[in-house]
């Protein structure tokens, strides 16, 4: 069976500039082709944040024994009150997994102010090196886009059953554990947090292989278009390597958490 990649971007031209919109990414059979290429059409013209002037679609043909395996991290959700306590909760995560409190620090101010130049919202993921707050992203704009991934449909349907109890298996959920799988499956990576720029949704996650996924119930005010992911790695990391992994290397989320969850 022949597979594919999918992948959508969407943007605004504002003042000279192209700010992101929206994206998406799956790996499909042939036969889904059509129906996955409609619906990224539509989550484009429909999103949220705004109408686009301008719709990337690219669908490329993915060679199976190039496919890592994935293994989905365990989700948990931290509840906070707050977003001053999803800040610190964060933070407290980030340092447990091997961060500095330096970059765990300036990795939450980045995303409250906008991590792109201008205070905009980037289209992929900063760099950061996780001991000292040093963005190592090629380019500020941009980002890393975490590319050519999705879950195998049989494990994304039986953790959708696992968790259904929780109200929780949904597109945006499955979608970011697929990415924080990826992520921190990368020998370089430490953790990654995230929250999101839909002005509507204010839960946020910080991932690691040491805690999974932990969704922090408030990272940002409801009504904020400001969002975004920062990785940290290791000092030393061969940046272009572990690009190139994450934007090109095809990856299935093929394997369910062989624990519920990690005691944090
Ligand atoms: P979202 O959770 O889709 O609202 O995305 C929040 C932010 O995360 C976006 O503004 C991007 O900066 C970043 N982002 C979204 N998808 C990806 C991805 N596949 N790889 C890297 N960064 C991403």
């Known amino acids: 069976m022949s597979l594919f990649s999918v ?32 619906t990224f059409v539509q989550r484009a013209m429909q999103h949220k944040n705004g109408t686009p002037d301008f719709v990337n679609l690219s669908i490329e043909r993915v060679c199976p024994e190039e496919i890592m395996s994935l293994e989905a991290l365990p989700i948990q959700t931290c509840d906070v009150e707050d977003v001053e306590e ?17 970059s ?46 999705d879950w195998e449909p049989s494990v994304l349907e039986s953790w959708c059953n696992g968790i259904g109890h929780l109200g929780i ?6 979608e970011a554990i697929a990415i924080a799988s990826k992520v921190t499956a990368q020998p370089e990576v430490i953790a990654e947090l995230c929250w999101s720029d839909d ?12 805690f999974g996924y932990v969704r922090v119930t408030h990272l940002k005010p409801l009504g904020s278009l400001i969002g975004g992911r920062v990785f940290f790695i290791r000092a030393g990391t061969d940046i272009q390597s572990l690009i190139s992994r994450l934007e090109k290397q095809p990856a299935l ?4 958490p062989t624990r519920p969850y990690i005691e944090l």
């Open 7 to 38: 992948r959508m971007r969407s943007s605004r031209e504002e003042q000279g500039t192209p700010v992101h919109i929206s994206g998406a990414e799956r790996i499909v059979a042939e036969t889904d082709l059509e129906r996955v290429a409609a």
């Open 86 to 102: 999803g800040h610190r909760a964060a933070h407290h995560l980030l340092c447990e997994a091997g961060v500095s409190s330096e």
């Open 104 to 149: 765990a620090n300036f990795a939450i101010a980045l995303l409250k102010a906008g991590p792109a130049p201008g205070g905009r919202v980037m289209r992929g993921a900063v760099l950061l090196d996780a001991e000292q707050p040093i963005r190592m992203e090629p380019d500020p704009h941009r980002g890393v886009r975490v590319s050519k991934l």
């Open 169 to 174: 298996a949904r597109p945006r959920v499955w």
């Open 199 to 210: 002005q509507s949704y204010i839960t946020g996650y910080v991932a690691s292989q040491q």
């Open 253 to 256: 989320v093929d394997r369910l």
